[in-house]
């Protein structure tokens, strides 16, 4: 069975710091992978995903993420975390051709002022 | 911009009581999900629907059932509540991607506690 892991569980940065947060996932096929952000209090909200081509994405904030097939890695960065970057994140992976998500546990981001 | 609504944003019931939450989105998509959120967890796969009257289940559909009657809406039902679905509800809806490469639009969450 497909699964996703973000060793990460609870990230603690003071601001201006970089941020990398790990996720790695067990397919051995195509897949299509994206990272979800939820601010407290908010919904879900599409950060980034990727598809085919570029393996560096570029998402809304600031955020970027690297594919590498063959780590089946994923991970999350930023040069410079804001306050208003705390919140919990969650990889995500769908096999292609697949309508369901697999969702990481989720990592847990406080920025510092 | 796609809107997912939620009927309940929080709910509380009794054990043994049949739960209904309802999940409606505005733009048409094909697909529709049901998770539950729990701490340490993440998103965990209930059911999910691809069409209207279709139904697969997820990673954890024991305990639970769905209905899509029509295509905006997607209700999960819990047929006799118990103290361990005490959870963090999500729906999320997405466009039926050729190669699954529509991203999923998520509603605020119910959060529902069994007592």
């Known amino acids: 069975a497909q699964s996703v892991s973000q060793h990460n569980h609870h990230v603690i940065l003071s601001e201006a710091a970089s941020l990398e947060l790990g996720c790695n996932y067990s397919?051995?096929?195509?897949?299509?992978l994206f990272w979800y952000v939820q601010y407290p209090g908010q919904h879900l909200q599409l950060l980034l995903k990727?598809?085919?081509?570029?393996?560096l994405v570029k998402g809304i904030k600031g955020f970027e993420a690297e594919f590498i097939k063959s780590k089946f890695s994923f991970n999350l960065r930023k040069p410079s975390v804001q306050w208003s970057d705390t919140a919990e994140y969650f990889c995500?992976?769908?096999?292609?051709?697949?309508?369901?998500?697999?969702f990481g546990t989720g990592t847990r981001l406080t920025v510092i002022p | 911009d796609v809107k997912v609504t939620q009927s309940s944003r929080y709910l509380v019931k009794r054990t043994g009581e049949k739960v209904f939450l309802e999940c409606v989105q505005d733009?048409?998509?094909?697909?529709m999900f049901w998770y539950r959120q729990d701490p340490g967890l993440g998103l965990r796969l209930i059911y999910f629907?691809?069409?209207?009257?279709?139904?697969e289940k997820g990673d954890i559909p024991e305990g639970y059932s769905v209905s899509r009657e029509k295509k905006e809406r997607f209700s999960l039902i819990l047929e006799s509540a118990s103290t361990n679905q005490t959870s963090m509800y999500l729906c999320?809806?997405?466009?039926?991607?050729?190669?699954?490469?529509?991203?999923?639009?998520f509603g605020d969450g119910t959060r529902l506690s069994i007592l």
């Open positions: 999320a809806s997405s466009l039926r991607g050729r190669s699954s490469n529509q991203p999923q639009h």
């Open positions: 397919y051995g096929g195509t897949v299509n």
């Open positions: 990727y598809f085919s081509g570029d393996p």
């Open positions: 995500a992976v769908t096999p292609t051709g697949a309508n369901n998500l697999f």
């Open positions: 733009m048409d998509h094909e697909n």
């Open positions: 629907s691809y069409d209207v009257k279709m139904k």
